[in-house]
Structures are given as structure tokens and as C-alpha cells.
């Protein structure tokens, strides 16, 4: 190949000398045949680097179509940016975690551990905890945490709270493969700025949805005891199974809730959301690491929420119920 490249470089440099030769004193004659410009210095030179690169791309065995593509950077606006660093930055400190349960099988009577539920959780330390919602590990005989590099961890229970929703898990993973997830103020949110999930929905790899705060102070059930949970979070956001307990987070991507439900009759994401807030979590992990349960003093009565005592025109507490069984029942309230 080399040789060949010397021998057309040769020929195109020193063209022979046709009027010398016998054959340039007879007359040809070649009717309709466009007449022969000599190639100038100037467009030989680009000519001979096309050839020599060409037989470099051949003797290298390198794509010749690869070789040509020029890629266009993807251009985003600030607010897309903004979206993707965020989720990037996030994705480590988000957990899938996988609810196994003992089960016998009915012909070999093996005790085998088949999946009964999966959800979402935070890394909230360097010690290997982590936060998600309390019925995502409900009636567990084994729990899987898998980070973000998919490598997957034994889990065992540090503690939960049945009445918010909140659970704390342990891991004994290396403190490098740990990355904490910042947490935020949920005291001072606002309805309308923006909030984004990031969770497993249905088993697949970390997703992110995006949406506005859409309500505060809201009242939700626990799921485990009936009993209210206050000041919770209110999104349009989707969270589809897989995302509970995963993170709610402002647009500086600072932890402020855990999601925990949604508002749907017929199953689907309609649009309504419900986070724990970040303030009401943060105490419960605080007491779960410390003692392995949480203990809060109640009165055990019900009350209507400020807005309604407002509308009212009425001050203090606004008392709906004492349920019998509650402290202030069984005090005779």
C-alpha cells in the first residue's frame, strides 16, 4: 500500500512529458471529449492528504463513516439543566428496597422467600441508614437494599413509627458507596415552587417526576393504625408504587418530605400526592437510631384544623372527639 501511495504521489507530482513521446506528433482526433486542464500545485497538495489519509483509515482499520461524524452538543435551557444536575447529583442517596416474605411451598414444603413488595428510600447517614415508609417493609421476613451502583445489602429493621409512616433500615455497607441526602426545612414551603421525586416505580431503574407543592397542612391516615398525620405535603406530582418512601425534594435539591401515598379510587396517579415533611421525619430517625422506638405524649382527642376555627371566629382548640380508648377519654374527657 505504501508503495502504491509513493507511485501516485510520484505521478501526480512529475507528470510525463507527453509532447516528447512519438504518439503526442500523430494526430488523434476525439470528437466530443472535453478538453484536459492540467491540475495546479495548489489543488494537488489537498488532493494527496485525502489520499493519504484514506489509506491511513485503511491501513489503521478504522470506520471511515465514524471517522467523519461530527456530533452536535445537545443544547438545553438553564431550567433543564438545572432538572438534570439535579438528578444526577441525587441518584446515590436514592435506595430500591425489595420486601421479602417466608413462604411454604405447598408440594415440597421448602420455606422459600418470595418478593411481596418493593419501594423507595433515602440514605440518610453515614453509618448505613436509611428512611423509607413503614408499610414498604410491613409483614417482612427479609429485606434487600440496593444503592445506586446496584450492589444489594441485608437489611435489618433499626426501628419504625406505624402512626407517621416512617421506618429506618441498616446497612452494613463501605462508608465510600454512602452518600447522605442533604435534608432541607419543610417548615417554610410554599404552594406553588417546585418539588421533585425520585424513586423505583414498578421496579425500574431511578425515575424522576417533577411538579408544584399543591397544598399544606393537609391530614392523612396512617395506612398502619387509622390515626392522622399532620402537616402533610401535598404534590401533583406522580408517585406510582415503587416511589413511597422515596425522596421529595426542593429545587436545590434539599430532602423536604417522604413520600408516603397518593389520592387515587381507581389506583392510578390522579395527580395527588402526599409527602411526610421533612421537620416531622427528622425527629422520628433521630429517636429510631437513638432508642429503636419512638414515644410522644398525646392527649388523645381530636381537633379541628386552624383554618376552620378561624373561619369560626373562635380562639384556642377547637375539640371534635375523645375517643374512649385515648388518654383524655379514659380520664373521663
Known amino acids: ?83 438534570v444536575r439535579l438528578f444526577q447529583e441525587n441518584i446515590p442517596s436514592v435506595v430500591y428496597i425489595t420486601n421479602l416474605a417466608a413462604r411454604q411451598d405447598l408440594f415440597t414444603l421448602d420455606v422459600l422467600e418470595v418478593p411481596q413488595g418493593s419501594g423507595s428510600g433515602v440514605v440518610w447517614d453515614k453509618k448505613g441508614h436509611s428512611v423509607t415508609n413503614y408499610y414498604v417493609i410491613r409483614g417482612a421476613s427479609d429485606l434487600r437494599v440496593t444503592l445506586a451502583d446496584q450492589s444489594t445489602y441485608e437489611a435489618r429493621v433499626v426501628g419504625f413509627d406505624q402512626d407517621k409512616d416512617v421506618a429506618v433500615l441498616r446497612i452494613d ?32 431503574d431511578h ?7 399543591s397544598g399544606l397542612r393537609r391530614e392523612l391516615s396512617s395506612a398502619a393504625t387509622g390515626r392522622p398525620i399532620q402537616d402533610v405535603i401535598q404534590t401533583d406530582a406522580a408517585i406510582n408504587p415503587g416511589n413511597s418512601g422515596g425522596p421529595l425534594l426542593d429545587s436545590s435539591g434539599n430532602l423536604i418530605g417522604i413520600n408516603t401515598a397518593i389520592y387515587s379510587p381507581s389506583g392510578a396517579s390522579s395527580g395527588v400526592g402526599f409527602s411526610i415533611p421533612v421537620d416531622t421525619v427528622g425527629g422520628i430517625v433521630d429517636q429510631l437510631v437513638r432508642f429503636g422506638k419512638v414515644t410522644r ?37
Open 1 to 83: 500500500m505504501l508503495l502504491l501511495l509513493l507511485f501516485l504521489t510520484s505521478s501526480l507530482l512529475s507528470p510525463p512529458n507527453l509532447l516528447s513521446s512519438p504518439l503526442a506528433r500523430a494526430p488523434i482526433h476525439l470528437p466530443n471529449l472535453p478538453s484536459l486542464v492540467p491540475l495546479p500545485i495548489p489543488q494537488i497538495v489537498p488532493t494527496l492528504a485525502s489520499l493519504s489519509h484514506s489509506f491511513s483509515l485503511f491501513l489503521g482499520q478504522v470506520d471511515p463513516a465514524s471517522a467523519f461524524v461530527v456530533t452536535t452538543p445537545r443544547k438545553l435551557q438553564s431550567d433543564e439543566l438545572a432538572t
Open 173 to 204: 455497607a463501605p462508608k465510600d458507596k454512602l452518600r447522605p441526602i442533604p435534608v432541607g426545612i419543610s417548615a417554610d414551603l410554599l404552594v406553588g415552587q417546585k418539588e421533585f421525586d425520585i424513586g423505583n416505580p414498578f421496579g425500574l
Open 207 to 213: 425515575t424522576l417526576t417533577t411538579g408544584v407543592i
Open 297 to 333: 405524649p398525646i392527649l388523645g382527642i381530636k381537633f379541628a384544623p386552624d383554618q376552620s376555627v378561624e373561619q369560626l371566629g373562635v380562639s384556642g382548640v377547637l375539640v371534635l372527639d375523645a375517643p374512649p380508648n385515648g388518654p383524655a377519654g379514659k380520664a373521663g374527657a
